[in-house]
C-alpha cells in the first residue's frame, strides 16, 4: 500500500465495496482496478469540467480495460436526468456494452449519482467503480450506494441502492475545487463529526484555515476519517432503515430551504450547515447543553456561509412535510445529544417547530431563547 492511503471496506446485501484514501489512492488501488477491469469494456461517465482537469487520472485508472469509451454528460445537477440516463444507455448498447462490462464514475456527487444508477439498470445492473473529485463526494456521496436521478423539479426521486465495487479517492484531485465547493462540503464533515465522532470535530475545528485550502495534508485525515464513519452506519443500516437516518442531521430543514428556493442560490451544504443550526437550537429545548450548541455556531461563523435568503416559514414546513424522508407518521428530526452523539426524535409538534423556525429566520445564529 502506497504510503498515506488508507484501505476501508464495506460490507453490504451484495458484497464489499473497497475504499481507497489517500494521496496517490489510485497507485495503491492499482492492482485491484487492473484485475476488476481486465479483458472488458470500460465507460467512464464524467464531466467537461473534470475531464478537462484530470483526464489523465482517469486514463491511468482505466488503462488495464481491453477498451475504454468516455461518455460525457453536463458539469453538475443538470447531468441527474432521465434523458440523460436514456442517451448514455443508448450509447453503451451501440458500444456492445455487455453484463461484465464496468462503468467508471469520474466526478462529483452528480456525475456519481447518475453513473451509479446508470449503472444499477444497465442489462440489470453492472458493477462500477467511483472515482470521486470532490470533497463532498469523497465523504458523503460516492460512499454507501445510494444512486438517483432527478424526476422534474422532485430532487433524487428515482433511484437504486447499488453499491460500487470500488471506491478510489485521491484528495490531490481537490486541488482544483473551488473554495465554495470545499466549504459547503465541509459542513457535511461537521455534520458527521457532531453526531459520530468528536476527534473529527476537534480536527475540523484547529484545521479549518487549512481545510479551506483544499490542503491535501489537511484534507487527508478528514475525508478518511468521515468515510470511516459513515462506512459503519452505513453497514449497520444498509438501507436507511432507521440508524443510517442519523447522517440527516442538519437535512430536514435544508431540503426545505433548497426546494423552496428551488435549489438556486445557496449550495446543499451550505444550506445543512443552517439546517445544523436549527435543529441544534431544537436540541437546545431538548436538553441539549447550551456549551455544545455554542461549540457548533461558533465553527459555523468560522466557515463565512453566504447570509440565509430571505424565506417563508409556511413555505419551509409545507416543504418539510412534502420532503421524501418524512413517514406517514411525520417527520424524524435527527438532533445532536452531546458531542459525537446524536439522536432521532419523533413527534416534534408543528406548533413548536413553527415557533423555533420563526425566530431562527430573524436570527439564525442565536441560542434557544428560555
Ligand atoms: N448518493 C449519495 O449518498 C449522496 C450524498 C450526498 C450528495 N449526493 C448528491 O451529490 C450531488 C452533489 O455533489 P457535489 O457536491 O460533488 O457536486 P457536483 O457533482 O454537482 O459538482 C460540483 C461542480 O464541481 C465541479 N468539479 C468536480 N470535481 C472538480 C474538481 N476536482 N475540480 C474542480 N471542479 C470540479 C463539477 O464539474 C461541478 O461543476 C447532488 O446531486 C446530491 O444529491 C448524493
Known amino acids: 500500500m502506497a504510503e498515506g492511503v488508507d484501505r476501508l471496506s464495506l460490507r453490504h446485501p451484495g458484497g464489499t465495496t473497497t475504499v481507497f484514501v489517500g494521496r496517490d489512492a489510485a497507485a495503491a488501488a492499482r492492482p485491484m482496478v487492473g484485475e476488476w477491469l481486465a479483458g472488458r469494456l470500460a465507460f467512464v461517465i464524467s464531466s467537461p469540467r473534470v475531464l478537462e482537469l484530470h483526464r489523465a487520472a482517469v486514463e491511468a485508472l482505466a488503462a ?40 467508471i464514475a469520474f466526478g462529483g456527487g452528480s456525475v456519481g449519482d447518475l453513473a451509479g444508477f446508470v449503472a444499477g439498470c444497465f442489462l440489470r445492473g453492472v458493477e462500477y467503480l467511483q472515482q470521486p473529485t470532490t470533497l463532498l463526494a469523497q465523504v458523503d456521496a460516492a460512499l454507501g450506494g445510494k444512486t438517483a436521478i432527478d424526476l422534474g423539479a422532485t430532487k433524487n426521486s428515482i433511484g437504486l441502492f447499488h453499491h460500487p465495487a470500488l471506491v478510489v479517492s485521491d484528495v490531490d484531485l481537490l486541488a482544483t475545487l473551488p473554495r465554495d465547493e470545499v466549504r459547503s462540503a465541509l459542513a457535511e464533515v461537521v455534520k458527521t463529526a457532531l453526531i459520530l465522532d468528536p476527534l473529527l470535530l476537534e480536527r475540523v475545528e484547529r484545521d479549518l484555515d487549512r481545510l479551506l485550502d483544499a490542503d491535501a495534508d489537511a484534507l487527508q485525515p478528514v475525508v478518511l476519517a468521515t468515510a470511516r464513519a459513515k462506512l459503519r452506519v452505513v453497514e449497520r443500516d444498509p438501507r436507511e432503515g432507521d440508524q443510517r437516518r442519523l447522517l440527516n442531521f442538519g437535512h430536514t430543514l435544508a431540503h426545505a430551504i433548497e426546494s423552496v428556493l428551488e435549489y438556486r442560490g445557496l449550495r446543499h451544504g451550505d444550506a445543512v450547515a443552517y439546517g445544523m443550526l436549527f435543529a441544534t437550537r431544537l436540541a437546545e429545548q431538548n436538553g441539549l447543553d447550551a456549551p455544545v450548541a455554542e461549540r457548533l455556531r461558533r465553527l459555523l461563523r468560522r466557515f463565512g456561509l453566504p447570509s440565509l435568503p430571505t424565506l417563508d416559514a409556511e413555505a419551509l414546513l409545507e416543504a418539510m412535510g412534502r420532503d421524501k424522508k418524512a413517514l406517514e407518521n411525520g417527520l424524524v428530526w435527527v438532533l445532536p445529544a452531546a458531542v459525537g452523539e446524536g439522536k432521532m426524535v419523533r413527534g416534534v409538534e408543528p406548533a413548536e417547530v413553527r415557533q423555533h423556525l420563526e425566530a431562527f429566520l430573524e436570527d439564525p445564529w442565536a441560542a434557544a431563547a428560555g
Do not use: F, N, Q
Not at 64 to 93: F, I, N, Q
Open 64 to 103: 488495464p480495460a481491453a477498451r475504454v469509451k468516455v461518455l460525457t454528460v453536463p458539469d453538475g445537477e443538470e447531468a441527474k436526468s432521465l434523458e440523460h440516463a436514456g442517451r448514455l444507455w443508448c450509447e453503451m448498447l451501440a458500444a456492445g456494452g455487455k453484463r461484465d462490462s464496468r462503468v
